[in-house]
């Protein structure tokens, strides 16, 4: 007689924290590995006393669900979970439900789910944030798919996802892929906020600071309107040491920085639908330099710049750099939302912004405070086109934006790199340009391949071809706007 609710296949740190949670709330799962020793490993160890049932073979594991069976796979991202999709669909009947809650790109996902749907069954492709602890205590669940999947799947998941303000970090986000793509723009801010904390953090130790002083500082900012998960555990961070040698444990890791691909989703899909996603795409860059680590050491042997001292009032310069985050955070928020408003577009998704900053507001890495001030933004009977417009967040940069460029011209002085600080600045100073250098650019265009433009004193969708050289004709190219 089956008798699990859902079954998981996957049991890494994730997968088997997310049964325990599971299996915490009242839901009876059953589990599959492909490495079968795993499961006993797990039932024997985490799992000794628990109602979860422990299968060896997929037709075991599927003859262990009730109907509609729910199959949640949580392996690694490609074509892991091709195969096991593979694998558990001749076990299966129309109606039942397979759930990637992986890291999946969202191309893959809005394949995969028009695959399953052919076999007349119903795909979820859902994003899990929160690391091992929130997959045990909480994570932020966001799933998209085949809607007529949620009902089966909603009481399980908001059972399981964290909570903020009572209210569970879990809705149903979209269809195909909207899921890991709203999953993937978290990673793409969580990319940014890391980024822009580290520039603090670099900008702080350029101006004399130890780690121990920074950790008090961070802990005084994470009382305020930074509060975030981020900086607690930043904060955390530089207060620990090394047990080895006594020092500021930060200060002996390598600084060179990896990385799983979400970030470059994210710059990637951002470059195809255009949207001007700066600081996410300087965050990913600086991660790629950072790994030049042989050629940063022999290039700092031989370029030369500004020598690091500063001169001034260290407590005001700390000010001016928590302001400068702050500001530059609002900006990568801004950028994330202008990508899911393209997204949403662009596939056909009803994205319900409002919803998702909740999602992200516990359970997952950038949750936060500030996330509320977004939830109330999109809260509103007319929503915002852009955040910076809403009066809570202009305000914000209003009071912190001379704070920010001192931060910027001091860092240019110092000679410390701050991509994402000044490039948050640099889209700030362009989205509030009435007028912007393109039309010298698009005369260029113009003058070498006939690429023809608009005028300022012509109604839009005209375009106007100059023979500049006098020589070049009339013949035109196609006009397109990338």
């Known amino acids: 007689m089956p008798q699990a609710d859902i079954g998981l296949i996957g049991l890494a740190v994730m997968g088997q924290n997310l049964v325990l949670n599971m299996n915490d709330h009242g839901f009876t799962v059953a589990v599959f590995n492909r490495t079968v020793s795993k499961v006993d490993d797990f039932l024997n160890g985490g799992a000794a006393g628990t109602n979860i049932i422990g299968t060896h073979s997929v037709e075991e594991f599927v003859g262990a669900l009730k109907r509609p069976r729910r199959v949640m796979l949580l392996v690694k991202a490609g074509q892991a979970v091709d195969d096991f999709i593979e694998k558990v669909i001749p076990h299966l009947e129309d109606g039942d439900i397979i759930i990637d809650g992986g890291n999946s790109n969202y191309n893959d996902t809005i394949r995969r789910c028009k695959y399953v749907e052919s076999k007349g069954l119903l795909y979820i492709g859902t994003g899990v944030s929160g690391g091992e602890e929130g997959a045990r205590h909480g994570p932020s669940i966001m799933p998209g798919g085949s809607p007529a999947a949620w009902e089966h799947v909603k009481p399980i998941f908001q059972a399981v996802a964290a909570k903020a303000d009572g209210e569970p970090c879990c809705d149903w986000v979209g269809e195909n892929g909207a899921g890991h793509y709203v999953k993937m723009t978290h990673n793409g801010i969580e990319y940014g906020d890391m980024q822009l904390i580290c520039e603090a953090y670099s900008l702080m130790k350029a101006v004399g600071m130890t780690p121990g002083e920074m ?17 607690e555990i930043t904060r955390d961070i530089l207060a620990a040491r090394d047990p080895e040698t006594g020092q500021a444990m930060v200060d002996v890791i390598l600084d060179t920085a990896g990385q799983k691909g979400t970030g470059k989703w994210t710059g990637i899909s951002a470059l195809d639908m255009g949207i001007p996603l700066t600081l996410i795409g300087e965050a990913v860059f600086a991660r790629c330099l950072s790994a030049l680590k042989d050629e940063r050491v022999a290039a700092s042997e031989k370029l030369r710049g500004p020598k690091r001292t500063f ?35 662009e596939y056909g998704w ?15 890495i950038i949750r936060s405070q500030f996330l509320g001030r977004i939830k109330d933004a999109y809260s509103k009977k007319k929503e915002p086109t852009n955040l910076l417009l809403v009066p809570y967040f202009r305000s914000a940069v209003r009071k912190a934006q001379a704070a920010w460029r001192r931060v910027v011209i001091q860092a240019v002085r110092l000679g410390v790199p701050v991509p994402a600080f000044s490039s948050a600045l640099a889209f700030y100073d362009a989205y509030r340009s009435e007028r912007l250098p393109a039309n010298l650019l698009q005369a260029q265009r113009d003058y070498f391949g006939a690429h023809t433009y608009e005028r300022v004193d012509k109604p839009r969708g005209e375009f106007f071809h100059t023979n500049w050289t006098g020589t070049g004709g009339d013949t035109t190219a196609s006009t397109y706007t990338a």
């Not at 500082?217 to 998960?229: H, I, P």
């Not at 009803?350 to 997952?364: E, K, V």
């Open 311 to 345: 001169k001034g009032d260290r407590a005001k310069f700390v000010e001016d750099v928590r302001a400068a985050l702050y500001a530059s955070k609002i900006i990568s928020y801004a950028q994330g939302f202008m990508l899911l408003r393209a997204a949403a577009a």
């Open 215 to 231: 950790s008090e500082v961070l802990a005084e900012w994470n009382k305020g309107e930074l509060d975030s998960y981020l900086i």
């Open 350 to 364: 009803n994205l319900n912004y409002g919803g998702i900053a909740l999602m992200w507001r516990g359970g997952c």
